[in-house]
């Protein structure tokens, strides 16, 4: 799924929710993300401490520009 999303330049919206993603599948696909990226479900998945510090990060990056 991460390598696929680096093809997928128009990609805005992303429903990852029930996918049994972890700290490390997540934070492989949460780190392919985009800048035009607007929507992410994540919910129903295990991706602990670390993948919501990535997310956390990649939004403030996001509202920074």
């Known amino acids: 799924l991460s390598?696929?999303?680096?093809?997928m330049r128009g990609c805005n919206a992303l429903e990852?929710?029930?996918?049994?993603?972890?700290?490390v599948?997540?934070?492989?696909?949460?780190?392919?993300?985009t800048y035009q990226?607007?929507?992410v479900n994540l919910s129903g998945n295990t991706?602990?401490?670390?993948g919501c510090?990535?997310?956390i990060s990649i939004i403030n990056l996001?509202?920074?520009r």
């Open 62 to 64: 996001k509202n920074s």
């Open 16 to 23: 990852l929710a029930n996918n049994r993603l972890t700290e």
């Open 25 to 33: 599948g997540a934070n492989h696909v949460l780190s392919k993300l």
């Open 53 to 55: 510090e990535h997310l």
């Open 3 to 7: 390598e696929g999303l680096k093809s």
């Open 47 to 50: 991706i602990g401490k670390m």
């Open 37 to 39: 990226t607007e929507y």
